[in-house]
């Protein structure tokens, strides 16, 4: 089955840490921003640092092929909506277990990479698939249906927007991750075009972003006060972290790099969400947060575990 080569495993665990640090940043923008801005604003960052690392990087990029721009654009977008779903869940105080099913999307990109790129799938594959459906029901909250007062607004059923909205962060985050599969599949080399697609993806988020800001406000509304600009610059310094780690970790198949970032992140985004912010976690929620942590020894385990399944068996 052969050796997980240990540079992109190192950067597969530093993304893990900048996206848990990602988490802490998210809720601190959103707590002081409105979310088009937000998005907006960390983006804009990241696509400055992207054209800068484009200079440095014309022997590896290819401008002619359009497949890097249908892939970019189309994870810019999907980045957008999230950030709007993020800050409802900031706003209905359950931004970490948002984030757990966010990182949990992982799921779907190594199915995904299986039936569309053809990446090989073990027995650890489909353990931690089974430890993630009941990371789900413990997840779930059992609370009954009930109104609540967000921003002065009432909002009834909350159980079940809680689990649409969760469900939908884990949809989006899915398309953002296995943007990154497709790249690497179609433009071989975790450098080739790197950088140019994550200039297109920050630069369509931004767009997007302050469009829908400008178009859906009111006009004294209209200015980006100076903690939207700091919140979002902070969020898009961590993504920027997060995008250039990721691409050497690419090397990585989806089914060990992705459970290694995406667990990481789960598990420190959520203590330190809950540890700065005081958002609670009940003890059902926690052993939620824990299985999370065994997809990620499963990952970084999976060709042992897998030989060692196969002699057993």
């Known amino acids: 089955m052969g050796t997980i080569p240990l540079a992109p495993l190192i950067f597969a665990f530093l993304g893990g840490i900048f996206s848990a640090l990602q988490g802490l940043s998210y809720k601190f923008a959103l707590l002081n921003s409105r979310p088009f ?4 604003i960390l983006n804009l960052t990241m696509a400055i640092a992207a054209i800068i690392a484009l200079y440095f990087t014309q022997n590896s990029t290819d401008y002619s092929d359009y497949r890097i721009y249908i892939i970019a654009v189309s994870q810019g977008v999907a980045f957008v909506i999230t950030v709007y779903f993020l800050s409802l869940a900031s706003k209905m105080g359950f931004l970490g277990i948002g984030w757990t099913f966010l990182g949990m999307s992982v ?10 790129l053809g990446e090989a799938l073990y027995s650890t594959d489909i353990l931690s698939l089974m430890v993630f459906i009941i990371m789900i029901m413990f997840m779930q909250d059992n609370d009954t249906d009930k109104t609540a ?6 909002i009834k059923n909350m159980r079940m927007i809680k689990n649409g909205i969760c469900i939908i962060l884990f949809l ?3 398309v953002i991750l296995i943007a ?8 071989s080399g975790p450098e080739t075009n790197s950088a140019l697609m994550a200039a297109v993806s920050g630069l369509t988020a931004a767009v997007v972003g302050f469009t829908i800001h400008f178009i859906t406000v009111k006009k004294e509304d209209l200015k980006i006060t100076k903690l939207e600009w700091k919140g979002g610059i902070l969020v898009g310094l961590t993504l920027i972290a997060i995008v250039f780690c990721n691409f050497p970790a690419n090397k990585l198949p989806a089914a060990i790099m992705f459970p290694i970032i ?6 420190g985004g959520v203590v330190l969400i809950t540890a700065f912010y005081k958002e609670q976690l009940s003890l059902r929620k926690k052993i939620g947060v824990l299985l999370a942590v065994v997809v990620i020894i ?4 999976r ?3 897998a030989d060692y399944i196969s002699k057993i068996l």
Do not use: H, T
């Open 298 to 301: 499963l990952s970084a385990n």
């Open 37 to 40: 801005p937000c998005v907006a």
């Open 303 to 305: 060709v042992a575990i």
């Open 107 to 116: 799921i779907a990109v190594v199915g995904g990479a299986a039936v569309f």
């Open 149 to 154: 007062d967000i921003e002065g607004v009432p």
């Open 262 to 267: 995406q667990g990481i992140s789960i598990l």
């Open 180 to 187: 990154y599969r497709f790249k690497e599949y179609y433009f």
């Open 172 to 174: 989006l985050n899915a």
